[in-house]
């Protein structure tokens, strides 16, 4: 569904991604791990369309990539940045409808309002409320929801666990689940290795703008370097 | 004499107001001072002049041209002389600059061309005043306090009610998130100095009757400038208060004290917020102003 082909992008000067190469098939929740500054979030911003790949091909559904952020939106390709940045400035509401800001099926959308209120009961209740006096737990769903609001074919999702309590993150997990069921594509970027390892089909690990290791969740979770380095399990020096 | 300073005073409010909106309009999407606001509602006001003196096409048509030709230049100038600049990502006080350029050519290409002549809009309203309460009311101040009130009025439910006013909203606070969420930006753009070029010419048309066309005549916005910055660069609510609050002010200071004190009252009355209260009565964001 998306192809990257050794991209090289650069973030002002830094080389933030060397050579990198990933596939992500349709219907999956694929998952890049890595430690901060991996380059996780420069790979988001650039399947965004928000920053540019100074080599290598990009292709989206056997097409060629879209060269801006507003017309890969239109394609379907939607982020979830990390941090949330929701708009402060409107209501839980209008920000939702920021998410459904291209779409004209207004039986659609207001389909998608009741699908993503049942998926967080929460915002129902905060719905005229200003974005910016929510609670983190509570941001990061709106920021969930405002991307489901696009109807996604694939939704990234950067660090959609960062900053959050336990319960919250399990609810956030569960949800990701939730809407890979429902048929969207998911690429998620975690630093919560373990916990993103255990849902992903796919997965790869990114070190310092190199992708170092591939293959599917559960080879990963029982990989000793990947054990070692991410997951916090120790062995012993051979 | 109270009940005719206020009209007065609100009435010219009303029309500091209409340019302190379209300073704050761009100032909340663009984060700089376009300073060629001022000169775009000069323009709009020669259009709107030479409608009605030259063509002799009535207050409607000059009212609407000189809305359009505003709004028509607004676009040009930001296509020609900010986009580039945007696009390469410069920062905003280069934008500044850049706007300050633009003003001191469209003015300069204004005497050039027409002259430096000062022109007098035809009697559109009855010179004759309105009689209320004891006071003497001149209808050209009720008609530019009306109009200034609906319009900002009729910009208000535009901005809150409709899908792109709320894009400019987004948008205003995260750009880079309004084009996430497939917003075109240098489309979004656009219609923000569509609706900001509106403003000016609807305050040039009333500048224009109330006082003369001339070319300088877009220094005037220096007050809305101030008017802005009272409210809150980049604040809607606050230019509207700011406008108001200003004009006000003006008047009762010129009626009640003196008309020569009148402006360094008006710019010490900025300094004393930019000192005590630097985001305005409504400001938002205190980093990097220009």
Sequence with gaps: ?238 | MFLQTLVTGLSIGGVYALMAVGYSLVFSILNFSNFAHGTIIMLGAYVGYFIISNLKLGFTFSLVGAIIGAAILAVLNVKLAYTPLINRRASSLYLMITAMGVSIFLENMVYVTVGSHFYSFPEIFKQTSIKFFNSDISPLDLWALVFSFISIYGLHLFLTKTKLGTAIRAASYDMTIASLNGVNMSRLISVVFILAGSFAGLAGIFLGIKYMVYPTMGWITNKAYIAAVIGGLGSLPGAVIGGILLGVIETFVSVYISSTIRDVFSFSMVIIFLVFLPAGLMGRHLEEKV
């Excluded at chain 1, 998911?186 to 390892?197: G, R, T, Y």
């Design chain 1, 1 to 238: 569904m998306l192809k990257v082909q050794n991209i090289n992008v650069y973030y002002g000067r830094i080389h933030a991604l060397k050579d990198l190469s990933i596939d992500i098939d349709q219907g999956k929740i694929v998952t890049i791990v890595g430690a901060n500054g991996a380059g996780k979030s420069t790979l988001m911003w650039t399947l965004a369309g928000v920053l540019k790949a100074k080599s290598g091909t990009m292709t989206f559904m056997g097409k060629p990539y879209p060269p801006n952020a507003h017309e890969a939106a239109a394609k379907g390709i939607v982020l979830v940045p990390e941090r949330r940045r929701l708009y402060a400035n409107l209501t839980v509401k209008e920000n939702l409808m920021m998410g459904a800001f291209l779409r004209k099926d207004h039986e659609g959308i207001k389909k998608d309002l009741y699908y993503v209120y049942s998926l967080f009961p929460i915002l129902k209740e905060r719905t005229n409320q200003y974005a910016g006096t929510l609670s983190g737990g509570e941001q990061q769903m709106t920021a969930i929801a405002r991307g489901l609001m696009s109807r996604p074919k694939i939704l990234l999702l950067d660090e959609p666990s960062l900053g959050l309590s336990p319960i919250y993150t399990a609810e956030v997990f569960k949800t990701i689940q939730e809407i890979n069921a429902q048929g969207t594509t998911i690429l998620l970027a975690e630093q919560n290795a373990k916990k993103a390892l255990e849902i992903a089909h796919s997965a790869y690990v990114l070190e310092t703008g190199r992708m170092v290791l591939s293959g599917t969740g559960k080879e990963l979770l029982s990989d000793p370097r990947v054990q070692e380095a991410y997951l916090g399990v120790r062995h012993k020096t051979i």
